[in-house]
Protein backbone atom coordinates (compact mmCIF):
# COMPACT_ATOMS: atom_id res chain seq x y z
CA UNK A 1 0.00 0.00 0.00
CA UNK A 2 1.32 3.23 -1.13
CA UNK A 3 1.81 6.03 2.06
CA UNK A 4 -0.86 8.63 2.42
CA UNK A 5 0.11 11.96 0.42
CA UNK A 6 2.18 14.20 3.01
CA UNK A 7 -0.74 16.58 3.35
CA UNK A 8 -3.18 14.13 4.64
CA UNK A 9 -0.81 12.16 6.76
CA UNK A 10 0.21 15.80 8.45
CA UNK A 11 -3.57 17.82 9.16
CA UNK A 12 -6.33 18.91 6.78
CA UNK A 13 -5.68 21.48 4.64
CA UNK A 14 -6.97 24.16 6.95
CA UNK A 15 -5.49 23.23 10.22
CA UNK A 16 -2.64 23.36 8.32
CA UNK A 17 -2.42 26.65 6.45
CA UNK A 18 -3.20 27.41 10.26
CA UNK A 19 -0.21 25.81 11.75
CA UNK A 20 2.82 28.40 11.67
CA UNK A 21 0.52 30.62 13.67
CA UNK A 22 -0.41 28.26 15.94
CA UNK A 23 3.12 27.02 16.87
CA UNK A 24 3.84 30.74 16.76
CA UNK A 25 1.41 31.91 19.31
CA UNK A 26 1.84 29.18 21.68
CA UNK A 27 5.88 29.52 21.98
CA UNK A 28 4.73 32.86 22.88
CA UNK A 29 2.44 32.20 25.15
CA UNK A 30 4.61 30.11 27.02
CA UNK A 31 7.34 32.56 26.80
CA UNK A 32 5.52 35.54 28.19
CA UNK A 33 4.31 33.40 31.08
CA UNK A 34 7.39 31.63 31.73
CA UNK A 35 9.06 35.29 31.95
CA UNK A 36 5.87 36.71 33.52
CA UNK A 37 7.78 37.31 37.11
CA UNK A 38 9.79 40.24 35.33
CA UNK A 39 7.14 43.51 35.84
CA UNK A 40 5.62 41.59 38.76
CA UNK A 41 8.87 41.53 40.94
CA UNK A 42 8.33 44.50 43.60
CA UNK A 43 4.48 43.80 43.71
CA UNK A 44 5.33 39.87 44.15
CA UNK A 45 7.69 41.18 47.20
CA UNK A 46 5.01 43.46 48.83
CA UNK A 47 2.36 40.68 48.77
CA UNK A 48 4.07 38.41 50.00
CA UNK A 49 6.63 40.14 52.49
CA UNK A 50 9.84 39.32 50.73
CA UNK A 51 12.95 41.18 50.03
CA UNK A 52 13.02 41.73 45.73
CA UNK A 53 15.75 39.79 45.55
CA UNK A 54 13.75 37.10 46.75
CA UNK A 55 11.08 37.92 44.27
CA UNK A 56 13.35 37.62 41.68
CA UNK A 57 13.09 33.82 42.04
CA UNK A 58 9.96 33.59 40.72
CA UNK A 59 11.39 34.96 37.29
CA UNK A 60 14.92 32.49 38.11
CA UNK A 61 13.15 29.46 38.58
CA UNK A 62 11.17 29.53 35.72
CA UNK A 63 14.05 29.89 33.57
CA UNK A 64 15.97 27.50 35.30
CA UNK A 65 13.57 24.99 34.82
CA UNK A 66 13.10 26.18 30.89
CA UNK A 67 16.65 25.25 30.84
CA UNK A 68 16.61 21.17 31.75
CA UNK A 69 13.16 21.00 30.26
CA UNK A 70 14.07 21.55 27.22
CA UNK A 71 16.59 18.81 26.47
CA UNK A 72 14.31 16.25 28.46
CA UNK A 73 11.00 17.56 26.31
CA UNK A 74 13.14 17.57 22.89
CA UNK A 75 14.79 13.68 23.45
CA UNK A 76 10.82 13.12 24.79
CA UNK A 77 9.75 14.84 21.44
CA UNK A 78 11.78 13.16 19.15
CA UNK A 79 9.85 10.09 17.70
CA UNK A 80 5.81 9.41 17.71
CA UNK A 81 5.07 11.13 20.60
CA UNK A 82 6.19 14.79 19.86
CA UNK A 83 2.07 15.90 19.44
CA UNK A 84 1.38 14.75 23.16
CA UNK A 85 4.37 16.07 24.52
CA UNK A 86 3.33 19.25 23.07
CA UNK A 87 0.04 19.43 24.41
CA UNK A 88 1.01 17.45 27.80
CA UNK A 89 3.15 20.54 28.03
CA UNK A 90 1.45 23.19 27.74
CA UNK A 91 -1.65 21.72 30.31
CA UNK A 92 1.49 21.55 33.03
CA UNK A 93 1.23 25.43 31.77
CA UNK A 94 -2.04 25.67 32.73
CA UNK A 95 -1.62 23.76 36.10
CA UNK A 96 1.64 26.08 36.96
CA UNK A 97 -0.16 28.82 36.29
CA UNK A 98 -3.27 28.18 37.95
CA UNK A 99 -1.51 27.00 41.35
CA UNK A 100 0.63 30.58 40.86
CA UNK A 101 -2.73 32.27 41.00
CA UNK A 102 -3.84 30.77 43.93
CA UNK A 103 -3.21 32.87 47.22
CA UNK A 104 -1.23 29.80 49.07
CA UNK A 105 2.05 31.27 50.17
CA UNK A 106 5.36 32.44 48.36
CA UNK A 107 6.70 28.49 47.99
CA UNK A 108 3.52 27.48 46.26
CA UNK A 109 4.00 30.85 43.78
CA UNK A 110 7.76 29.43 42.72
CA UNK A 111 6.30 25.64 42.24
CA UNK A 112 4.01 27.14 40.03
CA UNK A 113 6.47 29.39 38.58
CA UNK A 114 9.10 26.43 38.04
CA UNK A 115 6.27 24.05 36.26
CA UNK A 116 5.45 27.00 33.84
CA UNK A 117 8.78 27.01 32.85
CA UNK A 118 8.80 23.95 31.75
CA UNK A 119 7.00 25.32 28.61
CA UNK A 120 9.92 26.46 27.68
CA UNK A 121 11.04 23.62 26.14
CA UNK A 122 8.61 23.62 23.70
CA UNK A 123 10.75 25.76 21.32
CA UNK A 124 12.84 23.09 20.13
CA UNK A 125 9.79 20.77 19.28
CA UNK A 126 7.99 23.29 17.84
CA UNK A 127 10.63 24.12 15.46
CA UNK A 128 10.87 20.07 14.94
CA UNK A 129 6.88 20.55 13.66
CA UNK A 130 8.07 23.56 11.60
CA UNK A 131 10.66 21.62 9.73
CA UNK A 132 8.63 18.55 9.07
CA UNK A 133 5.20 19.79 8.26
CA UNK A 134 6.27 22.67 6.23
CA UNK A 135 8.63 23.51 3.46
CA UNK A 136 10.70 26.07 1.40
CA UNK A 137 10.19 29.40 1.86
CA UNK A 138 7.49 28.98 4.80
CA UNK A 139 9.55 26.29 6.38
CA UNK A 140 12.65 28.99 7.09
CA UNK A 141 10.54 32.17 7.82
CA UNK A 142 8.52 29.95 11.00
CA UNK A 143 11.71 28.78 12.23
CA UNK A 144 13.47 32.15 12.41
CA UNK A 145 10.59 33.17 13.48
CA UNK A 146 10.00 30.99 16.36
CA UNK A 147 13.64 31.47 17.23
CA UNK A 148 12.75 35.43 18.00
CA UNK A 149 9.38 34.72 19.30
CA UNK A 150 11.34 33.27 22.72
CA UNK A 151 12.72 37.03 22.79
CA UNK A 152 9.65 39.59 21.27
CA UNK A 153 6.74 37.49 23.36
CA UNK A 154 8.70 39.16 26.57
CA UNK A 155 7.30 42.15 26.12
CA UNK A 156 4.15 41.83 23.99
CA UNK A 157 2.25 40.65 26.50
CA UNK A 158 3.31 42.75 29.41
CA UNK A 159 1.57 45.45 29.71
CA UNK A 160 -2.14 43.33 29.27
CA UNK A 161 -0.90 41.37 32.51
CA UNK A 162 0.60 44.62 33.75
CA UNK A 163 -2.79 46.35 33.62
CA UNK A 164 -4.70 43.28 34.55
CA UNK A 165 -2.51 43.23 37.83
CA UNK A 166 -2.89 46.93 38.66
CA UNK A 167 -6.49 46.53 38.30
CA UNK A 168 -6.79 42.87 40.11
CA UNK A 169 -3.52 42.16 41.84
CA UNK A 170 -0.67 39.82 41.26
CA UNK A 171 -3.28 36.72 41.15
CA UNK A 172 -4.93 38.11 38.61
CA UNK A 173 -2.40 38.33 36.15
CA UNK A 174 -1.75 34.69 36.76
CA UNK A 175 -5.25 33.84 36.17
CA UNK A 176 -4.91 35.72 33.11
CA UNK A 177 -2.08 33.36 31.89
CA UNK A 178 -3.53 30.16 33.32
CA UNK A 179 -6.28 31.30 30.53
CA UNK A 180 -4.18 32.25 27.98
CA UNK A 181 -2.25 29.15 28.27
CA UNK A 182 -5.67 27.39 28.55
CA UNK A 183 -6.23 28.70 24.45
CA UNK A 184 -2.93 27.68 23.42
CA UNK A 185 -3.93 24.22 24.47
CA UNK A 186 -7.32 24.24 22.61
CA UNK A 187 -5.29 25.79 19.43
CA UNK A 188 -2.76 23.04 19.50
CA UNK A 189 -5.03 20.17 20.15
CA UNK A 190 -6.94 21.27 16.87
CA UNK A 191 -3.86 21.73 14.36
CA UNK A 192 -0.90 19.62 15.73
CA UNK A 193 -0.09 17.06 13.32
CA UNK A 194 0.49 13.69 13.65
CA UNK A 195 4.16 12.65 15.36
CA UNK A 196 6.17 11.36 12.51
CA UNK A 197 6.43 7.61 13.15
CA UNK A 198 9.70 7.08 14.33
CA UNK A 199 11.28 5.30 17.54
CA UNK A 200 11.50 7.69 20.27
CA UNK A 201 15.28 8.04 21.80
CA UNK A 202 16.19 7.05 25.46
CA UNK A 203 16.27 9.96 28.03
CA UNK A 204 19.17 10.58 29.33
CA UNK A 205 18.56 10.74 33.14
CA UNK A 206 21.77 10.80 34.45
CA UNK A 207 22.82 13.72 32.45
CA UNK A 208 19.31 15.63 33.64
CA UNK A 209 19.61 14.97 37.07
CA UNK A 210 23.42 16.42 36.80
CA UNK A 211 22.60 18.88 34.46
CA UNK A 212 19.73 20.29 37.01
CA UNK A 213 21.98 20.14 39.92
CA UNK A 214 24.97 22.07 38.76
CA UNK A 215 22.50 24.99 37.48
CA UNK A 216 20.66 25.04 40.74
CA UNK A 217 23.89 25.35 42.47
CA UNK A 218 25.19 27.90 40.44
CA UNK A 219 22.08 29.97 40.56
CA UNK A 220 21.54 29.19 44.37
CA UNK A 221 25.29 30.28 44.94
CA UNK A 222 24.75 33.62 42.86
CA UNK A 223 20.84 34.46 44.75
CA UNK A 224 21.67 33.79 48.13
CA UNK A 225 25.31 34.83 48.44
CA UNK A 226 24.87 38.06 50.13
CA UNK A 227 22.56 37.15 52.37
CA UNK A 228 24.53 33.60 53.34
CA UNK A 229 28.18 35.68 53.51
CA UNK A 230 30.33 34.66 50.50
CA UNK A 231 32.72 33.17 52.42
CA UNK A 232 30.17 31.10 54.48
CA UNK A 233 30.91 27.20 54.72
CA UNK A 234 27.11 26.29 53.46
CA UNK A 235 27.79 28.60 50.32
CA UNK A 236 31.05 26.95 49.07
CA UNK A 237 29.90 23.14 49.91
CA UNK A 238 27.12 24.05 47.45
CA UNK A 239 29.86 25.81 44.88
CA UNK A 240 31.93 22.71 45.16
CA UNK A 241 28.65 20.65 44.79
CA UNK A 242 28.05 22.57 41.62
CA UNK A 243 31.58 23.17 40.35
CA UNK A 244 31.75 18.44 41.15
CA UNK A 245 28.20 18.04 38.72
CA UNK A 246 28.97 20.27 36.23
CA UNK A 247 32.45 18.56 35.56
CA UNK A 248 30.37 15.28 36.05
CA UNK A 249 27.66 16.32 33.61
CA UNK A 250 30.27 17.12 31.08
CA UNK A 251 32.32 13.75 31.41
CA UNK A 252 28.96 11.78 31.26
CA UNK A 253 27.69 13.60 28.03
CA UNK A 254 30.82 13.02 26.38
CA UNK A 255 31.31 9.55 27.21
CA UNK A 256 27.59 7.97 26.58
CA UNK A 257 26.08 7.95 22.79
CA UNK A 258 23.04 9.47 23.06
CA UNK A 259 23.67 12.12 25.84
CA UNK A 260 20.73 14.51 26.86
CA UNK A 261 22.53 16.93 25.73
CA UNK A 262 25.44 16.15 23.12
CA UNK A 263 28.33 18.86 23.47
CA UNK A 264 29.68 16.82 20.73
CA UNK A 265 27.73 18.94 18.25
CA UNK A 266 29.69 22.46 20.02
CA UNK A 267 33.09 21.53 18.34
CA UNK A 268 34.04 23.14 15.20
CA UNK A 269 34.15 26.98 14.81
CA UNK A 270 30.66 28.25 13.32
CA UNK A 271 28.97 25.84 15.52
CA UNK A 272 31.12 26.91 19.00
CA UNK A 273 30.40 30.58 18.02
CA UNK A 274 26.80 29.93 17.83
CA UNK A 275 26.40 28.26 20.90
CA UNK A 276 28.78 30.70 22.82
CA UNK A 277 27.05 33.94 21.21
CA UNK A 278 23.28 32.46 22.23
CA UNK A 279 24.57 32.03 25.50
CA UNK A 280 26.50 35.28 25.94
CA UNK A 281 23.40 37.22 24.53
CA UNK A 282 20.94 35.63 26.56
CA UNK A 283 23.18 36.48 29.69
CA UNK A 284 23.50 40.11 28.62
CA UNK A 285 19.58 40.26 27.83
CA UNK A 286 18.64 39.16 30.85
CA UNK A 287 20.74 41.42 33.08
CA UNK A 288 18.96 44.51 31.25
CA UNK A 289 15.35 42.70 31.31
CA UNK A 290 15.37 41.62 35.00
CA UNK A 291 16.33 44.59 36.56
CA UNK A 292 14.59 47.35 33.92
CA UNK A 293 11.18 46.94 35.06
CA UNK A 294 12.49 47.04 38.63
CA UNK A 295 14.14 50.05 37.96
CA UNK A 296 10.69 51.37 36.52
CA UNK A 297 8.65 50.70 39.62
CA UNK A 298 11.06 52.29 42.08
CA UNK A 299 9.78 55.42 43.88
CA UNK A 300 10.84 58.30 42.49
CA UNK A 301 12.03 59.03 46.07
CA UNK A 302 14.79 56.37 45.96
CA UNK A 303 16.39 59.25 43.51
CA UNK A 304 16.68 57.43 40.27
CA UNK A 305 12.95 55.61 39.66
CA UNK A 306 9.85 56.59 38.11
CA UNK A 307 7.17 54.73 40.35
CA UNK A 308 5.71 53.28 37.26
CA UNK A 309 2.77 51.35 37.60
CA UNK A 310 3.08 47.54 36.54
CA UNK A 311 1.61 48.31 33.60
CA UNK A 312 3.69 51.38 32.95
CA UNK A 313 6.66 49.11 33.52
CA UNK A 314 5.44 46.26 31.01
CA UNK A 315 5.24 49.17 28.57
CA UNK A 316 8.65 49.80 28.96
CA UNK A 317 9.18 46.61 27.14
CA UNK A 318 6.84 46.52 24.68
CA UNK A 319 9.60 48.83 21.95
CA UNK A 320 11.99 45.70 22.84
CA UNK A 321 9.63 43.18 21.56
CA UNK A 322 8.32 44.95 18.18
CA UNK A 323 11.75 46.05 16.87
CA UNK A 324 13.16 42.80 17.88
CA UNK A 325 10.89 41.35 15.25
CA UNK A 326 11.35 43.80 13.26
CA UNK A 327 15.27 43.72 13.46
CA UNK A 328 15.47 39.86 13.23
CA UNK A 329 13.85 40.26 9.16
CA UNK A 330 16.27 42.74 8.84
CA UNK A 331 19.35 40.88 10.44
CA UNK A 332 18.33 37.68 8.05
CA UNK A 333 18.21 39.88 4.52
CA UNK A 334 22.09 41.85 5.93
CA UNK A 335 23.22 38.16 6.55
CA UNK A 336 22.16 36.56 2.86
CA UNK A 337 24.68 40.06 1.62
CA UNK A 338 27.25 40.14 4.20
CA UNK A 339 27.29 36.64 6.22
CA UNK A 340 26.98 35.86 9.41
CA UNK A 341 30.70 37.33 10.51
CA UNK A 342 28.76 40.80 9.98
CA UNK A 343 25.56 40.62 11.62
CA UNK A 344 26.60 38.94 14.54
CA UNK A 345 28.98 41.58 16.16
CA UNK A 346 26.99 44.81 14.77
CA UNK A 347 24.32 43.32 16.63
CA UNK A 348 25.99 42.60 19.56
CA UNK A 349 27.68 45.94 19.45
CA UNK A 350 23.88 47.49 19.02
CA UNK A 351 23.21 45.60 22.28
CA UNK A 352 26.23 46.67 24.91
CA UNK A 353 25.29 50.25 23.03
CA UNK A 354 21.73 49.96 24.49
CA UNK A 355 23.18 49.06 28.04
CA UNK A 356 26.04 51.79 28.15
CA UNK A 357 22.96 54.11 27.77
CA UNK A 358 21.16 52.36 30.41
CA UNK A 359 24.20 52.80 32.68
CA UNK A 360 23.94 56.76 32.39
CA UNK A 361 20.32 56.06 33.87
CA UNK A 362 17.50 57.67 32.09
CA UNK A 363 16.04 60.41 32.80
CA UNK A 364 12.59 59.32 32.07
CA UNK A 365 9.87 56.34 31.24
CA UNK A 366 10.57 57.85 27.59
CA UNK A 367 14.11 57.28 27.81
CA UNK A 368 14.01 53.58 28.75
CA UNK A 369 11.76 53.01 26.07
CA UNK A 370 14.32 53.93 24.37
CA UNK A 371 16.97 52.11 25.83
CA UNK A 372 14.68 49.23 25.46
CA UNK A 373 14.28 49.37 21.57
CA UNK A 374 17.80 50.27 21.10
CA UNK A 375 18.58 46.71 22.99
CA UNK A 376 15.88 44.76 20.63
CA UNK A 377 17.23 45.75 17.66
CA UNK A 378 20.70 43.88 19.16
CA UNK A 379 18.60 41.04 20.58
CA UNK A 380 16.95 40.61 17.83
CA UNK A 381 19.48 40.97 15.33
CA UNK A 382 21.22 37.78 16.73
CA UNK A 383 18.69 35.29 17.82
CA UNK A 384 17.87 35.55 14.32
CA UNK A 385 20.64 34.46 13.26
CA UNK A 386 21.93 31.82 15.31
CA UNK A 387 18.98 28.98 14.18
CA UNK A 388 20.49 28.72 10.41
CA UNK A 389 24.45 29.37 11.72
CA UNK A 390 23.00 26.39 13.83
CA UNK A 391 21.97 24.20 11.25
CA UNK A 392 24.72 25.01 8.80
CA UNK A 393 27.53 23.24 11.22
CA UNK A 394 25.95 20.00 11.52
CA UNK A 395 24.47 17.07 9.74
CA UNK A 396 20.95 17.91 8.84
CA UNK A 397 20.21 14.31 11.08
CA UNK A 398 21.63 16.73 14.25
CA UNK A 399 19.80 19.40 13.78
CA UNK A 400 17.38 19.00 16.50
CA UNK A 401 19.88 17.95 18.65
CA UNK A 402 21.86 21.32 17.95
CA UNK A 403 19.29 23.41 18.36
CA UNK A 404 18.44 21.55 21.72
CA UNK A 405 21.88 23.17 22.97
CA UNK A 406 21.57 25.72 21.27
CA UNK A 407 18.40 26.76 23.51
CA UNK A 408 19.41 25.41 26.52
CA UNK A 409 22.74 27.47 26.21
CA UNK A 410 20.34 30.54 25.78
CA UNK A 411 18.47 29.44 28.99
CA UNK A 412 20.74 29.34 31.02
CA UNK A 413 22.14 32.12 30.14
CA UNK A 414 18.75 33.74 30.92
CA UNK A 415 18.57 32.44 33.93
CA UNK A 416 22.05 33.41 35.01
CA UNK A 417 21.13 37.16 34.13
CA UNK A 418 18.09 36.97 36.16
CA UNK A 419 20.32 35.59 39.38
CA UNK A 420 22.49 38.02 38.66
CA UNK A 421 20.46 40.72 38.63
CA UNK A 422 19.19 39.59 41.73
CA UNK A 423 22.83 39.14 43.36
CA UNK A 424 23.77 42.67 42.93
CA UNK A 425 20.90 44.34 43.68
CA UNK A 426 21.06 42.16 47.00
CA UNK A 427 24.21 43.80 47.88
CA UNK A 428 23.65 47.03 46.93
CA UNK A 429 20.77 47.56 49.23
CA UNK A 430 21.79 49.05 52.47
CA UNK A 431 20.99 47.91 55.74
CA UNK A 432 17.54 48.73 56.96
CA UNK A 433 16.69 50.06 53.00
CA UNK A 434 13.71 49.47 50.99
CA UNK A 435 15.32 50.02 47.78
CA UNK A 436 18.77 49.24 45.89
CA UNK A 437 20.83 52.41 45.44
CA UNK A 438 21.52 53.54 41.73
CA UNK A 439 24.82 52.08 41.80
CA UNK A 440 23.46 48.45 41.62
CA UNK A 441 21.76 49.07 38.48
CA UNK A 442 25.13 51.27 36.69
CA UNK A 443 27.07 47.97 37.79
CA UNK A 444 24.43 45.44 36.14
CA UNK A 445 24.35 47.90 33.15
CA UNK A 446 28.26 48.09 32.82
CA UNK A 447 28.52 44.21 33.47
CA UNK A 448 26.52 43.56 30.47
CA UNK A 449 28.23 46.29 28.37
CA UNK A 450 31.08 44.28 29.09
CA UNK A 451 29.49 41.12 28.16
CA UNK A 452 27.82 42.28 24.93
CA UNK A 453 31.38 43.70 23.57
CA UNK A 454 32.91 40.06 24.25
CA UNK A 455 30.16 38.67 22.11
CA UNK A 456 31.03 40.64 19.41
CA UNK A 457 34.26 39.49 19.29
CA UNK A 458 33.08 35.46 19.37
CA UNK A 459 32.49 35.56 15.15
CA UNK A 460 35.80 36.51 14.77
CA UNK A 461 36.02 32.41 14.77
CA UNK A 462 33.64 32.18 12.15
CA UNK A 463 35.22 30.78 8.75
CA UNK A 464 34.13 33.59 6.10
CA UNK A 465 31.93 30.61 4.39
CA UNK A 466 30.77 28.27 6.16
CA UNK A 467 31.06 24.49 4.62
CA UNK A 468 27.90 22.96 4.22
CA UNK A 469 27.11 19.69 6.34
CA UNK A 470 27.46 16.55 5.01
Wanted: with cysteine; glycine share 12%; proline share 7%.
Amino acid sequence: MSPAPAEETLAPRTASRALAPVLVFCVAVVAVISSLGAPLVPAIADVYDVPVHDAQWSLTISLLVGAVATPVLGRLGDGRHRRSVVLATLAVVVVGSVLAALPLGFGWLLAGRGLAGIGLGLGPLAMATARDALSGAQQGATVAALSITVVAGVGLGYPVAGLVADLGGVHAAFWLGAAVSALALGAGALVLPPSPDVPPRRIDAVGAVLLGAALAAALLVLGEGDSWGWTSPRLLALTAVGVLAAAGWAAWSLRVPAPLVDLRLARGRTAATAHLTSLLIGLANYLLLASVTVFAQTPRASGYGFGASIVGAGLVLVPFSVVSVAASRAARALTDRTGPHVTLPLSALVLALALGLYALTPGSLWALAGVMAVAGLGVGGCFAVLPALVVSAVPARETGSAMSLNQVLRYVGFSTGSAVVAAVLAAATPDGAAFPSASGYTTIALAGCGVALVTALVPLLLPRRPAPAG
